[in-house]
């Protein structure tokens, strides 16, 4: 049966090769509408919600109808203003197999629900990315997944291990099983994956020993973060002839996995990081200094649409699903982030004129994604902007826990820093090196830095790394 599972993953990763971007995105918009068909007539929820806005689902008949008519919805319009039964087609709570919440921070949680059926589908897609990615049909893996506890997922082609936010773990799995696997997959989110490197630095485990892939998630990061973790992991940042740091996104009551880059998305990115002239045009005017995340994503699984959006392209990502058998349908969901629509052909053009003819661009469409819809601060620069001051100079980085706080003002940006718990460094000198990391718009005050001791900081002084950290005041 193993034999037969690659064979068949085989077989789809070579029609992946050629793929028809245009003619997917045409057979994703024409499932769009008999989606919304189903959900309208048979989840009660959704029924009443287009009822209040005065919308007949008789008149949707094209795409063009479900984006000129049909309600954008938030968190806020879906959970808690009806029963959990209500939300679920047939207005019934079927056999679960799973729930998967969301990170609660906007005060109030969202849910993700799953059955047997769609758990071991989700499995096997999995299957199909870690052997896309990280060729598992071929190579010993070992995956650790770092995630806060109760994300979860299953992969019959790798070994799991589970270790929540638990640092100690994770070193003692790398140390004592690492050297039994051709590969290690680490899976966690950006600011414990500081931590992780942190408490394996003091504890003196050499990472270059073994060949190590990181997959983000959680929150958004800039290039001088994912240099850093690969560097300090002894990897390759540059050419990824070893382990690659890459990101996936996903949205508890959506699914995990919606959005991902690949070896090709980061090197458009790199490339955008260093050529914001070239591929500005491509990518279009991004916010903000550091360029946005280029994902791909499967467009038979979420219809995606970019709403309001500037002069640029970039506006609220709103997502429909349009699994048939979700339980939870969710329609014209906004997400809370900022992104734009990627044309391929675009890309495709503009790479040669930045001198990559190597890069490959996706067969599956794409977007960027800039980060939360209220990650811009009043002076223009993003939360991205600063993530990446903090990591521009990896010896500094190694003096911080990552965690900080923006507090904007009329009188210009106030920073707080958070100096991590082994630092032995002096306050003024972190804050002179950050001082030149920070760049802002010429007429923007000057930045005031405040740098905190471990135990001191005052936003969140012991983290525990289970709730997403807030940034911004």
Same mark, same amino acid.
């Given at each position: 049966m193993r034999a037969i599972d690659k064979l068949v993953r085989r077989w789809q990763l070579k029609a992946m090769d050629h793929i028809d971007t245009a003619a997917l995105v045409r057979a994703g918009n024409r499932r769009l509408v008999e989606r919304f068909q189903r959900v309208a007539r048979d989840v009660p929820a959704y029924g009443a919600i287009l009822k209040r806005h005065g919308v007949s689902a008789e008149k949707i008949r094209t795409p063009a109808d479900f984006q000129a008519l049909c309600p954008v919805l938030e968190k806020q319009d879906v959970f808690g203003s009806a029963p959990i039964e209500q939300l679920c087609v047939g207005g019934r709570l079927g056999p679960l197999a799973g729930v998967l919440t969301s990170s609660g921070q906007g005060g109030r949680f969202a849910f993700g629900l799953s059955t047997h059926r769609q758990n071991k589908r989700a499995a096997k897609v999995i299957e199909l990315a870690m052997e896309y990615a990280f060729g598992t049909d071929r190579y010993r893996t070992l995956l650790i997944n770092a995630l806060p506890m109760g994300v979860r997922f299953s992969c019959s082609t790798v070994t799991v291990a589970e270790t929540s936010v638990r640092e100690d773990m994770v070193c003692a799995l790398v140390e004592r099983f690492s050297p039994r696997y051709d590969q290690t997959v680490l899976v966690t989110d950006p600011l414990f994956c500081k931590r992780i490197l942190d408490y394996g630095r003091a504890a003196g485990l050499a990472w270059e020993r073994f060949k190590i892939h990181v997959i983000l998630g959680e929150e958004t990061f800039g290039e001088?973060?994912?240099?850093?973790?690969?560097?300090?992991?002894?990897?390759?940042?540059?050419?990824?002839?070893?382990?690659?740091?890459?990101?996936?996104?996903?949205?508890?009551?959506?699914?995990?996995?919606?959005?991902?880059?690949?070896?090709?998305?980061?090197?458009?990115?790199?490339?955008?990081?260093?050529?914001? #002239?070239?591929?500005?045009?491509?990518?279009?005017?991004?916010?903000?200094?550091?360029?946005?995340?280029?994902?791909?994503?499967?467009?038979?699984?979420?219809?995606?649409?970019?709403?309001?959006?500037?002069?640029?392209?970039?506006?609220?990502?709103?997502?429909?699903?349009?699994?048939?058998?979700?339980?939870?349908?969710?329609?014209?969901?906004?997400?809370?982030?900022?992104?734009?629509?990627?044309?391929?052909?675009?890309?495709?053009?503009? /790479?040669?004129?930045?001198?990559?003819?190597?890069?490959?661009?996706?067969?599956?469409?794409?977007?960027?994604?800039?980060?939360?819809?209220?990650?811009?601060?009043?002076?223009?620069?993003? /939360?991205? #902007?600063?993530? #990446?001051?903090?990591?521009?100079?990896?010896?500094?980085?190694?003096?911080?826990?990552?965690?900080?706080?923006?507090?904007?003002?009329?009188?210009?940006?106030?920073l707080h820093v958070q100096m991590g718990p082994a630092s032995e460094a002096r306050e003024n000198e972190i804050a002179e090196g950050l001082a030149a990391c920070l760049q802002r718009p010429e007429s923007a005050p000057r930045d005031r830095l405040e740098i905190w001791r471990y135990s001191e900081f005052p936003f969140g002084r012991t983290l525990d790394y289970e709730r997403k950290f807030s940034y911004i005041e």
């Open positions: 001088a973060f994912r240099h850093y973790v690969a560097s300090r992991l002894g990897q390759d940042p540059e050419g990824w002839t070893r382990g690659l740091v890459g990101s996936s996104m996903g949205v508890g009551e959506l699914g995990l996995n919606l959005f991902f880059e690949t070896r090709d998305t980061v090197r458009i990115r790199q490339v955008a990081y260093r050529q914001r #002239d070239v591929l500005g045009e491509a990518l279009g005017d991004w916010p903000g200094r550091v360029p946005p995340l280029v994902f791909v994503y499967d467009p038979m699984r979420i219809f995606v649409e970019i709403i309001e959006p500037d002069a640029n392209g970039f506006g609220a990502l709103t997502l429909s699903t349009l699994d048939p058998s979700l339980m939870l349908p969710l329609i014209r969901y906004r997400t809370g982030d900022r992104a734009k629509l990627v044309s391929n052909t675009e890309m495709a053009r503009a /790479l040669p004129r930045a001198g990559e003819n190597g890069i490959a661009v996706p067969k599956l469409p794409m977007i960027a994604l800039a980060g939360r819809e209220k990650d811009v601060l009043p002076d223009g620069r993003t /939360l991205l #902007d600063i993530k #990446d001051a903090l990591y521009s100079r990896p010896h500094l980085a190694d003096q911080l826990s990552g965690a900080f706080r923006i507090e904007p003002g009329d009188s210009g940006t106030r």
